[in-house]
């Protein structure tokens, strides 16, 4: 069975640019979530996404946004990109509810100049 | 309200030696446990994860966790470590309430395994 895939691996912004990540679970897998980790912060959790909906949310402001798609493939955009936003972007995929564990993609690594 | 406690930023041992990872939980709920680690330049995979049922767990490669809810711990260890084990290790918890799925990571404890 396939991992949870992220496109594209690796991104160069430049800053108030915007940009668009990618992520595909595995196969069943309806749930979808997005982390950010960076040196400073470490990892956090930015949104989870269910059946199209969002069911949860991070501290984090509004320029920070995601969608998914009916076959659960989800995407993230960060508008107007600031310096800061250079991180490691993981997504994650599970089966619905209970305590199911969470499996990470590879990460897309944005660097913003 | 959920967090972890990574006791160590930074744990060295020889390769042979027993490794011990130290984490403290707060969870307001009957919380899941997990533990994931980090490889350079790659993603997350779970070690081995407690969801109250027992409390010593085994994972993968020869870790495993303890949890104790009197001691609020669930401390990662393995009895023999490997220059494999090389890597950066996060202590997680998620709460149980509802179908939300949110992790909290713990800051962390970077793994040196020396010769």
């Known amino acids: 069975k396939a991992g949870v895939t992220q496109t594209p691996r690796y991104l160069i912004k430049t800053r108030g640019q915007q940009v668009t990540l990618s992520c595909s679970p595995i196969?069943?897998?309806?749930?979808v979530s997005w982390y950010q980790q960076t040196p400073g912060q470490g990892l956090q959790f930015l949104f989870e996404?269910?059946?199209?909906?969002?069911?949860n949310k991070g501290n984090f402001p509004g320029r920070f946004s995601g969608r998914q798609f009916s076959n659960s493939r989800s995407e993230m955009n960060v508008s107007t990109l600031e310096l800061g936003d250079s991180a490691l972007y993981l997504c994650?995929?599970?089966?619905?509810?209970?305590?199911?564990?969470?499996?990470f993609g590879p990460g897309t690594r944005l660097t913003v100049l | 309200a959920q967090s972890v406690t990574q006791l160590d930023s930074h744990v060295s041992v020889s390769e042979g030696t027993p490794v011990l990872l130290r984490c403290n939980y707060s969870?307001?709920?009957?919380?899941?446990l997990f533990w994931y680690v980090q490889h350079p330049n790659k993603g997350l995979q779970l070690l081995l994860k407690y969801t109250s049922a027992a409390t010593l767990v085994k994972g993968i490669n020869g870790f495993e966790a303890e949890f104790k809810k009197s001691e609020t711990s669930f401390h990662l260890t393995k009895p023999s470590a490997h220059m494999s084990d090389a890597a950066e290790y996060f202590c997680?918890?998620?709460?149980?309430?509802?179908?939300?799925?949110?992790?909290?990571f713990g800051t962390g404890t970077r793994l040196q395994v020396t010769l």
């Open positions: 196969s069943g897998h309806r749930s």
């Open positions: 969870s307001s709920y009957s919380p899941s």
């Open positions: 997680v918890v998620r709460a149980n309430t509802g179908t939300a799925s949110k992790l909290t």
């Open positions: 996404y269910f059946s199209e909906t969002q069911r």
């Open positions: 994650a995929s599970s089966t619905p509810g209970g305590p199911s564990e969470q499996f």
